[in-house]
């Protein structure tokens, strides 16, 4: 069989495709990722676990009593799998899962459940799944959404990480999305 040119360098580039799809889903299925937070005045700022529920910011108040950075632990294989956490500083939290309520008409903050523990009526623990590097919730796989909130706080630079199934605000809080891409920090050269 002949090959030209341009079918080897196909072949190739296929190759190289499909080599790193496998191992981006492999990296997927094994570890996790930060997530950051972006909108108007929220712009890439680390989410992170505050007293079993999500906040975003630069600081941890101090009306909260166990605060955590967390990495994300996931499945990119399987929706149906509950999102787990791991802290950077307190075991007790690691393994809790990521929850929303995708209750119409409430607005409710996001949260984390431990494993053994129970999470609030209406959360829902599964069903979380990337949209390119965007966090989405999703109770069917035709049905995608990206309803999340910052709400601010009574701590400046610091937002609650809200969920609203209907995709209304509330009048103080900013729609954000989720990603796992850190912000660009920009150097002089």
């Keep these: 069989m002949l090959f030209n040119l341009n079918?080897?360098?196909?072949?190739?580039?296929?190759?190289?495709?499909?080599?790193?799809?496998?191992?981006?889903?492999?990296?997927d299925a094994a570890t996790g990722t930060s997530l950051y937070a972006y909108g108007t005045n929220v712009s890439g700022i680390n989410v992170f676990y505050g007293d079993g529920l999500a906040y975003t910011?630069?600081?941890i108040p101090d009306w909260i009593n166990v605060a955590s950075n967390v990495t994300f632990n996931f499945d990119s294989t399987d929706t149906k799998v509950p999102w787990t956490i791991t802290s950077n500083t307190s075991t007790a939290i690691t393994g809790s899962q990521l929850y929303v309520i995708p209750t119409s008409g409430k607005f409710q903050q996001v949260g984390f459940v431990a494993s053994n523990g129970t999470a609030p009526t209406g959360a829902a623990t599964s069903g979380f799944t990337w949209f390119g590097t965007m966090l989405a919730y999703s109770e069917s796989s035709s049905n995608m959404e990206m309803k999340f909130w910052a709400s601010p706080t009574n701590t400046s630079g610091v937002w609650a990480l809200m969920w609203n199934a209907d995709g209304t605000t509330d009048g103080t809080s900013v729609p954000v999305v989720l990603k796992r891409t850190p912000p660009t920090v920009l150097t002089r050269t």
């Design 7 to 27: 079918t080897a360098v196909s072949l190739l580039a296929l190759g190289a495709f499909a080599s790193a799809a496998t191992l981006e889903h492999k990296r």
């Design 57 to 59: 910011g630069t600081t």
